[in-house]
């Protein structure tokens, strides 16, 4: 079932997409279903590619890339997150918050770099750099545009630091650590959870460098991978969307890759 939804012309996306300079040539239309999956496979059809996920589906939201970059972006949503939607919504929000930044990052990346055509099967190295750093980046900005949305002109207060000490900070650090403490998981899941990690811990960061700088509140098992994870970190934060960073970025997730193996075989 496919929900009507009036999404992009609502203001609070409208003055997102006009902050973060959304070009005015990208095409966006969001579906709201309650089977994303099934909707994924369809919109994939009418563009004959093949089904990419191993895993059933199950996220809030996911973004299908046309053929070209003048085609239509479709941005699918579960209907279970928006059922009796409101505005102030802010969960909701972020999610299509997500979404949009990953619809700008790859209308700019193949616009760039591969001649307006979204073809996965070119250039794989540096696509595999840069969808990573677009999780790093989705993930940032959707989780900072949330807080301002939950806590205003509290956002840098004690209150703030305080809760993210006690109750998020301890959460997500014991997420990440199960997770490269788990020898039977996928280390391209490993990755993907990482970006997310690292994207909230950057807009921690920005909030309360005095607390965060240095990536001093890093759970311990992550600092097994040091100094990778510090220069992986430094890349993905100051990346400026240049062709060679994103090759930095996919060699340094390689050599992720490869200590995460040597840590996990040396446990047996």
């Known amino acids: 079932m496919i929900i009507e939804n009036n999404f992009l012309e609502c203001d609070i996306i409208k003055l997102f997409m006009k902050n973060y300079d959304f070009p005015k040539e990208l095409k966006i239309k969001i579906i709201v279903t309650d089977d994303i999956e099934r909707e994924y496979k369809k919109q994939l059809k009418k563009l004959n590619k093949s089904y990419d996920y191993i895993s059933p589906i199950n996220f809030n939201g996911l973004t299908c890339v046309p053929n070209k970059i003048d085609e239509d972006t479709i941005i699918l949503i579960n209907s279970d997150r928006v059922i009796n939607l409101k505005d102030n919504n802010c969960e909701v ?14 209308y700019i990346y193949f616009k760039n770099y591969c001649s307006g055509i979204y073809d996965s099967s070119k250039d794989r190295g540096n696509q595999y750099g840069f969808m990573y750093w677009s999780e790093f980046n989705a993930k940032k900005i959707s989780y900072y545009e949330y807080c301002k949305l939950i806590h205003g002109e509290k956002i840098n207060s004690k209150e703030e630091l305080n809760n ?19 020898e039977d998981a996928d280390v391209e899941d490993i990755i993907y959870n990482l970006m997310f990690y690292l994207g909230r811990y950057s807009v921690w960061e920005k909030l309360f460098p005095e607390e965060f700088n240095n990536n001093q509140k890093l759970p311990k098992e992550m600092l097994k991978y040091e100094p990778l994870i510090t220069e992986l970190y430094k890349s993905l934060k100051n990346n400026s969307e240049k062709i060679e960073e994103y090759m930095e970025i996919r060699k340094l997730l390689n050599y992720f890759k490869g200590i995460w193996i040597n840590i996990s075989t040396s446990k047996n």
């Open 93 to 106: 929000i972020c999610t299509l918050f997500h979404e949009l930044i990953h619809a700008k990052d790859y």
């Open 164 to 182: 993210i000490l006690k109750n998020e900070l301890p959460i997500k650090n014991k997420e990440i650590e199960d997770l490269l403490k788990n």
